[in-house]
């Protein structure tokens, strides 16, 4: 198999927490064209994950290989090498709005092509091709802080999309999102999966994971506490519980008080 | 910088005077907007040949030395925002009057403190209109609604990131207009977050906020915002390393001039220069 | 921005001035009075000339600020100008009644450094001219000047100095920082009104009556200082302290940037480095009378050219002064204001320059020269202080 991404053993603390790292000796693997779902609760590492995967923070210990190359600071400050990675790997943010920096939509999706050096009438193609796929041309020449949050959303894939990666990174992409908004993303991602690219995806929303993931692991304060399939995981309540990805759930039924896992992915419950 | 007298009603309620001046300037970015997309005179023309010109009008009013130039550049101005569209009293009546009061109250006591020959006497208070004074009230007033008449002309007839992407012709490096362009743009996310945190407040405030309290707010509000731009700073430069940033900003030129240009080229240029040769007389 | 800050100036000018003719208009007009930055009519020559001024400093801090930051400098600077932005927008109630608008300057510089303050302060300041009408297009390298460029440096200068190495959650440093604001914010605004002051004397048509600005130097700097020592001074000192206060509480490291680069920096040179074009500065400004007479000819030209009119020069200087028509309507206060502004000037008043208001211009610019000098002796001194106490522990 085609490894993509392989780490071992990494630590990541930030400078105000440094005796509980925020990644505490994480291994793993992502092959070519995997769906993997990142899940965890807030400030389980899921974050810093994908930027050590993007190449924004580096590992103070342990490795990390991308394409068969050491991922490092110092090979990424050559740019032979960071040109054709930041080609390779795009990343998504949660807020849109750090994303979204430049005056207009189509600048915005500009960005990513101008800084890879692209001549300007390719950029002018990918760019238009780009913003007709997300359904958002009527918005070309539109301000980010006139934009609503699912059109945010969706500037914010494009303007990654236009390079064409191979490896996509989403923190987040459903969160805050109103369910309309929500269902095009993940009908996205599907699709876009779908044509054999790599997609990482850190999410506390377990609704989507099944749809949007075929490989799965949990983090829970910079660890990894379980990597299955992601219906596998989703049945592990105890587990979840443990994770803060659900809470218990007390309520009545035919006069006793009982509890359990609250959760709503394909385990309707009656009452 | 400044401080303003005050008064009765709206005393005491500082949350609410500040939210009304974050959505004004919201509202007056996205009023000055609209515009930008009629089909006036202006509106055909380059950024960059309007911005220029605009520019160059300007001047000539700020140097020119008779009153009569300063009014016909006023002039020119009216009539460019008439021929682009532009419903002239709804515009530039609020900024005028704004203008006038401000202006008017630095030049309203040089009208009689001014030495000069005596034009006039008010009655019952004996002070005397001095023609020196009065003419400079009038240089005062007349040369700031000039200026700030052709700079909202500009930015109502030009998108904004085009009036910034124009400021290149004259010198401004790309890397200062990147960073105009991301102020810009972040200036209504924090207009935004700063106003709902006030509104935030205001929901659960009862009666009057004590001035102390309020100065104790304000200087809260101020400090959450302070950390949230370190954070959003720092965020934002992954997100551009993300793309491939590495420090210089490429950008798209993307404006050509057409033949409405070559002919508002030398017609401006003949307005200016004509504007100076007389000004400077 | 500079005609905003006559505007508010004279406002509390004329409130506390109730005889004066006019006073009443004045407070009437005033309720209408938006919390706004206004453009002001430019004057050329000075326009020209504070953008030079700016210039320099814009260039050393761009250099320095892309040093510290590298390729972070492009994302800082500009959420940090929206930042200062929106603090210009912050309509803050004052004890006795007002309110007042800070423009942010001290606080930016107490946590950015002047450096970065500056940058800040002026594309925040650029933008509001260009995009919201305020401050007019060629006021921007005056308004930067004054505000970003002297605000900055008194602020960083007045907070260092008076918190010096107290621990970053002292009180100290909230009293450092709200003096810091007020002086900032008075010297900004002393600055704004010597520029505005000397406009009828420079710019005036054949007649002798004055394009732009009118007001003489005694005018001005009472008019503008009354509304700084007494408003604009206080909502700067308000919001320096209060932010301080408030970072102390939530999110301390804030605070640590200039503190520790402060401290470092009698080392590494960051403040040192500089020295030698501020003592440069300042000796230039201390000369500059000397360097009139010196040059005599090359720089008395202007003086021949622009007081062609003796008599209107008089005229204007008594009148301005409430010694002249309109005699009737001469305020008291104005009178007193006058004579008190004027009263250290004899003592300093360049001898060979019969113009007294000429001779106190450059009895100011040599005192803030003065002034810059102490304050870089004292640097240097604290200094070598400070490096000996380090070698011997």
Known sequence: MDTIFHLHNVVYAYANTADSPALNGISMQIQRGQRVAIMGANGSGKSTLLRILDGLYFAQSGTVEAFGHTLDEAHLMDEEYALPFRKRVAFVFQNPDVQLFNPTVFDEVAFGPLQLRWDTATIRQKVNDALDILEISHLKERAPHRLSGGEKKRVAIASVLVIDPEVILLDEPTAALDPKSQSRVVDFLVGWANTGKTVVVATHDLDTVPDIADDAYVFKQGHIIAHDTPRAILANHEMLLSANLVHAHYHLHDGQTHSHAHIHVGHQHDH | MGGEAHHGKRRGNFIQRTIDALTETLERSLYAEQFSEQRGLLQQLDPRVKFVSMLGLIITAAAARHVWVVAAVALCALFFAFISRIPIIKSFGPIWLGMFIFSGLIAFPAIFITPGPTLATVPWLQWNVSAYGLQSAVFLLLRSEVSITLSFLLIMTTPWMHVLKSMRVIGIPTLVVVILGMTYRYIFLMLQSASDMFEARQSRMIGKLPDKEARRLAAATVGVLLSKSFQLGNDVFLAMQSRGYRGEVYTLDEFALRRSDYVAIPFMLLIVCTGLWFGLQ | ?393
Request: glycine share 10%; net charge neutral.
């Open chain 3, 1 to 393: 921005m500079l005609g905003h800050n006559l505007a508010k100036g004279f406002i509390p000018y004329w409130a506390a001035n109730p005889d004066q003719p006019g006073a009443e208009v004045f407070n009437h007009t005033a309720k209408v009075v938006c919390s706004r930055q206004l453009t002001t009519s430019p004057w050329p020559n000075t326009t020209i000339a504070l953008y030079a001024a700016a210039a320099p400093f814009w260039y050393i801090a761009g250099k320095r600020i892309k040093k510290m930051l590298s390729m972070r400098m492009v994302p800082l600077l500009s959420v940090f100008a929206a930042f200062s932005f929106i603090i210009m927008m912050f309509n803050l109630p004052l004890p006795g009644g007002t309110t007042g608008h800070a423009t942010g300057a001290a606080i930016a510089a107490i946590v950015l450094g002047p450096w970065g303050s500056i940058l800040a302060v002026s594309i925040a300041l650029a933008i509001q001219a260009i995009f919201f009408g305020d401050g007019g297009i060629l006021a921007i390298g005056a308004n930067s000047f004054n505000i970003a460029v002297v605000g900055s440096f008194v602020a960083i200068w007045v907070y260092n100095a008076v918190a010096g190495k107290s621990a970053l959650t002292a009180s100290r440093r909230v009293i450092a920082a709200g003096l810091a604001g007020y002086l900032s914010i008075n010297a900004a605004a002393f600055v704004t009104a010597l520029q505005f002051g000397v406009q009828p004397m420079w710019f005036t048509d054949a007649n002798g009556a004055p394009l732009y600005a009118p007001y003489g130097l005694d005018v001005a700097i009472p008019a503008m200082m009354i509304g700084h020592i007494g408003i604009a001074g206080l909502a700067e000192m308000f919001i320096t302290a209060g932010v301080v206060a408030y970072l102390q509480r939530s999110d301390v490291a804030l605070l640590s940037l200039t503190a520790q680069k402060d401290a470092e920096s009698k080392v590494d040179g960051t403040w040192a480095g500089t020295r030698r074009l501020w003592v440069m500065i300042a000796l230039m400004m201390v000369l500059s009378p000397l360097g009139l007479l010196a040059a005599g000819t090359a720089w008395g030209e202007w003086g021949a050219e622009e007081f062609a009119d003796p008599a209107a020069r008089q005229a204007i200087t008594e009148a301005s002064l409430g010694a002249t028509p309109p005699v009737d309507s001469t305020p008291e206060g104005l009178l007193t204001l006058g004579s008190w502004f004027e009263a250290p000037i004899p003592d300093y008043a360049v001898p060979f320059i019969s113009n007294e208001v000429v001779g106190y211009i450059f009895s100011a610019v040599m005192g803030t020269g003065l002034v810059m000098l102490c304050f870089l002796l004292y640097g240097a001194i604290a200094d070598r202080f400070r490096n000996n106490n380090g070698a011997t522990n």
